[in-house]
């Protein structure tokens, strides 16, 4: 099965610095990669998520690139702001029409991030 | 729109209850998957259903859990007998099968 290694573990950051978090998947059959950042005592929530038709997506200061050829894909955060702590997932699937992975996730173990002011 | 809802939000219990969580996945979604999230062990996945039926439920911890998809909207997740290794933070989640996964504001289980 799909294996989702993510490092690091902890990040530390000042408030406006750049934060970069990696992740890399065993299948090479994997088609779907999302972000995921939990607050503290709140739900998992779908930040940014990327296909693998492409290679780079952005949304405002959030962007994930992906390189399949290496199974690895990074999740690059821009002037980084103190709301931006949180535990971030990466998390690869295969969404395939007719498949039978169902839309299944298989998650990284998480980065803590600290933005400090 | 609503999202997942997930009930009850807390829930305290002695060792050897039954204990229900129950989740009402956001309308139309056709998948639906049980985790399970502690600081050691990190986010699991338990079980998932596809069109209520039940896919993979490799990671149930034991028998001691069962879950059911009586219809589209509701299913539950049933631990008995409870037991403190049990208290976690339990997230329901669905998603369209090759769509985005939108996940429950979760169960605070603490077993005592």
């Known amino acids: 099965g799909e294996n989702v290694e993510q490092h690091p573990s902890t990040l530390s950051v000042q408030e406006g610095d750049s934060a970069v978090i990696k992740c890399t998947y065993s299948?090479?059959?994997?088609?779907?990669f999302p972000w995921y950042k939990q607050e503290l005592g709140k739900r998992p929530q779908l930040i940014i998520d990327?296909?693998?038709?492409?290679g780079e997506k952005k949304d405002q200061r959030i962007a994930v690139t992906l390189n399949k050829t290496a199974k690895h894909f990074s999740l690059h955060i821009t002037e980084t702001q103190p709301e931006d702590s949180a535990v971030y997932f990466c998390a690869a699937s295969i969404l395939t029409a007719g498949g039978t992975s169902y839309g299944k996730l298989t998650f990284g173990q998480g980065t803590i991030l600290t933005v400090h002011p | 729109d609503a999202g997942v809802i997930q009930s009850p939000r807390h829930e305290v219990t002695e060792m050897g209850q039954e204990v229900t969580l129950r989740c009402k996945p956001i309308s139309g979604h056709n998948s639906l998957f049980w985790y399970r999230q502690t600081m050691m062990r990190g986010l699991e996945l338990l079980i998932y259903f596809n069109n209520n039926v039940p896919i993979d439920d490799s990671g149930m911890p034991e028998d001691r859990f069962s879950a059911k998809m009586p219809n589209a909207s509701f299913s539950t997740l049933k631990i008995q007998p409870s037991e403190p290794r049990d208290s976690a933070v339990y997230f329901c989640?669905?998603?369209?099968?090759?769509?985005?996964?939108?996940f429950g504001p979760g169960t605070r289980l603490t077993v005592t």
């Open positions: 990327i296909r693998s038709n492409v």
């Open positions: 299948d090479s059959a994997s088609n779907y």
């Open positions: 989640a669905s998603s369209l099968a090759v769509g985005r996964q939108y």
